[in-house]
Nanobody, 115 residues
Framework: QVQLVESGGGLVQPGGSLRLSCAAS????????MGWYRQTPGKQRELVGD???????FYVDSVKGRFTISRDNAKNTVYLQLNSLRPEDTAVYYC?????????WGQGTQVTVSS
């Protein structure tokens, strides 16, 4: 049984930081491209960034220089470090695992940026 479990969300003030984790089980983690997405009510889920099995990283423009993706294959975990947070970063953050035709999603973790 495949599971992706996100953690680390919460309430933070503008300019603050959070570190999200996504722990995977039931897959050969090192083979998977791992992505972070976010979604706000009434909007489509959008890509934040991803990291390939080789370690190549992509970020969307709105988070470049503020967010950092990393992975630890020994721990089957992908991370999203969120710095310089803005109110518009408020969303439910999801991780996704992708390998060929296999796609798995976590349940999401809420990030709220507010003073």
């Amino acid at each position: 049984q495949v599971q992706l479990v996100e953690s680390g969300g919460g309430l933070v003030q503008p300019g603050g930081s959070l570190r999200l984790s996504c722990a995977a089980s039931g897959i050969i983690f090192s083979r998977y491209r791992m992505g972070w997405y976010r979604q706000t009510p009434g909007k489509q889920r959008e890509l934040v960034g991803d990291i390939t099995s080789y370690g190549t990283i992509f970020y969307v423009d709105s988070v470049k220089g503020r967010f950092t993706i990393s992975r630890d294959n020994a721990k089957n975990t992908v991370y999203l470090q969120l710095n310089s947070l803005r109110p518009e970063d408020t969303a439910v953050y999801y991780c996704k695992a992708l390998y060929v035709n296999s796609v798995y999603w976590g349940q999401g973790t809420q990030v709220t940026v507010s003073s």
